[in-house]
T-cell receptor, first 111, second 121 residues
């Protein structure tokens, strides 16, 4: 099955850029997602990228996909204190009606 | 509108109680999901309903019983739970259908509710 890994923790200063990394194992993954979870809340979809793209930009968010290395990253420009949360990447395998979530990265933004 | 509504927000129950969690969406989605999430862990898939039929059961114990009365509603019936079942239970929905390799529309983008925080005493 698919295995999705992330680093556990990232700390950045307010106003800097944050880069959260994710690796996955199944090269047939079709879509890759980024979700944000604030304490006590559900998961909020931030963005997603189709596997034949290598970059997607959406306002302060930039997703980079290196399909050869099976590496996904999420860059948040001008990080704000409201960006403090846990960020999950998730991979959807072709032909399956489910996604595999990464372990989650806790982003701490220091004022 | 990408809202998925879950009730109740919090639930405390004893091991002999029977309770139900509810989930509702009005986006016309045809796939609905139940997840269990323990603290500091990613969500774990429990069940998937597709077009109101159970399509995935991730070997969940029978004390959890899902029900999909119609395409907008998803219930999770709870009976004889254990303290280790205490967790955040998340519902999600998606447009449904399998995405092919060339398809640009991600039919399985999942939109999540805020969850039900369950404590089993």
């Amino acid at each position: 099955g698919e295995d999705v890994e992330q680093s556990l923790f990232l700390s950045v200063r307010e106003g800097d850029s944050s880069v959260i990394n994710c690796t996955y194992t199944d090269s047939s993954s079709t879509y890759l997602y980024w979700y944000k979870q604030e304490p006590g809340a559900g998961l909020q979809l931030l963005t997603y990228i189709f596997s034949n793209m290598d970059m997607k930009q959406d306002q302060r968010l930039t997703v980079l996909l290196n399909k050869k290395d099976k590496h996904l990253s999420l860059r948040i420009a001008d990080t704000q204190t409201g960006d403090s949360a846990i960020y999950f990447c998730a991979a959807e395998q072709r032909g399956y009606q489910k996604v595999t979530f990464g372990t989650g990265t806790k982003l701490q933004v220091i004022p | 509108d990408t809202e998925v509504t879950q009730t109740p927000k919090h639930l405390v129950m004893g091991m002999t109680n029977k309770k139900s969690l509810k989930c509702e969406q009005h986006m016309g989605h045809r796939a609905m999901y139940w997840y269990k999430q323990k603290a500091k862990k990613p969500p774990e898939l429990m069940f998937v309903y597709s077009y109101e039929k159970l399509s995935i059961n991730e070997s969940v114990p029978s004390r959890f019983s899902p029900e999909c009365p119609n395409s907008s509603l998803l219930n999770l019936h709870l009976h004889a739970l254990q303290p280790e079942d205490s967790a955040l239970y998340l519902c999600a929905s998606s447009q449904g259908g399998l995405a092919g390799a060339q398809q640009r529309i991600a039919k399985n983008i999942q939109y999540f509710g805020a969850g039900t925080r369950l404590s089993v005493l």
